[in-house]
């Protein structure tokens, strides 16, 4: 059958810059996902590869009629850099993120400059174009178990399992050019689910794909959906256990001009309040803070809090105990902190200086 009007093919050839990484995407195309292929072919005369040369001498509007010729019209622009783990991830995410926005309707191959190139498992039909005398290697993910390949006859092909560490790979080698065929590569995946692999193979007489691989969508989703519920999570129990978030402080209103000192408690004069007295009194944008030594509650106890009118007389104020603070709303001029009553009954007054 002729390739030319099996697969007629349109390449939107996308050169995205994402992030300021310097890398470019593979071709994006409406048909079938294109590789980037590594150029090991001859240079013409004039310094024009001979592949070019060859494809200006089909310009007559004749159909190709070799797999060498048709794949050659579908080679998309290299990329102009190489690939990084972490830009790759960056350019995965990226590309993922839009794919569910609805800004792309197909996710397309990641190609590097050396020739290798990774295909959205389960959004894309893969090709890998081979040659003769040349490995290429196909890259499952990480930890799953593949079982036998199928659809490469060995009267055709090569084909070897080996392992990188735990990431199963498939050596790939024809025999001969012009060959075409499907393989598929049954897998179970580390957490015990079916994969299938289908991946178109050809064979050309000069060009190949060094390494093809994959990344996966769908695990990537699951994980950010993992963690946005366990975020979500977090953010709820901090919630459930937040009495009242503390206000917004800036460090140059502070205002520490508060005098603390025992007061009268108890039959006679002034009580010894050590216990209950704060380490560290400030205010700011209409608030009091009163600090405590850590432990407080087990070592001294929370004391009452009331603050004293013009007057002299006791009145209440609101206030909260939080993370070894009392919040008091407002700015009285004096505040008293009480524990116990009578003879060991103990009083802080503490009161605001004026400037």
């Known amino acids: 059958?002729?390739?030319?009007?099996?697969?007629?093919?349109t390449v939107a050839v996308t050169l995205a810059l994402l992030s300021g990484s310097g890398l470019a995407l593979a071709g994006v195309v409406t048909g079938p996902s294109v590789p980037a292929l590594s150029r090991v072919q001859p240079i013409g005369a004039n310094g024009t590869p001979k592949a070019e040369l060859d494809d200006n001498a089909q310009a007559t509007g004749a159909l190709p009629d070799t797999s060498t010729q048709v794949w050659q019209k579908t080679i998309a622009a290299p990329p102009s850099a190489r690939i990084q783990n972490r830009s790759l991830q960056a350019m995965q995410k990226a590309l993922v993120s839009a794919y569910q926005a609805g800004q792309l309707q197909t996710l397309p191959p990641i190609a590097g400059s050396g020739g290798e190139i990774l295909y959205a498992y389960g959004n894309s039909l893969p090709t890998l174009v081979t040659a003769p005398l040349h490995t290429?290697?196909?890259?499952l993910q990480p930890g799953c178990h593949p079982a036998m390949a199928s659809g490469a006859p060995a009267s055709e092909w090569v084909l070897h399992a080996v392992m990188a560490g735990d990431q199963p790979e498939l050596t790939v080698?024809?025999?001969?050019?012009?060959?075409h065929t499907d393989l598929v590569i049954p897998a179970t995946s580390a957490s015990g689910k079916p994969m299938n692999y289908v991946i178109e193979l050809t064979s050309d007489q000069r060009q190949y794909t060094p390494i093809m691989g994959f990344y996966y969508p769908g695990q990537d989703i699951a994980t950010w959906n993992q963690q946005a519920s366990a975020s979500a999570a977090a953010k709820q129990k901090a919630a459930d256990e937040t009495v009242a978030s503390l206000p917004s402080l800036t460090a140059a209103d502070m205002n520490f001009n508060w005098k603390v000192h025992c007061s009268g408690g108890g039959f006679w004069g002034d009580s010894s309040c050590g216990d209950i007295k704060p380490e560290r009194v400030f205010s700011d944008n209409g608030h009091v803070y009163i600090q405590f030594k850590p432990n407080q509650a087990t070592h001294g106890g929370i004391p009452s809090i009331l603050a004293e009118n013009s007057a002299g007389q006791n009145a209440i104020i609101n206030a909260q105990f939080r993370d070894g603070y009392y919040i008091v709303d407002s700015l009285p001029d004096k505040i008293l902190l009480i524990a116990g009553k009578g003879e060991s009954g103990k009083v802080v007054k503490i009161t605001r200086g004026h400037s």
């Open 1 to 9: 059958m002729n390739y030319g009007i099996r697969k007629t093919i």
């Open 136 to 139: 290429s290697i196909i890259q």
């Open 173 to 179: 080698m024809p025999k001969f050019e012009g060959l």
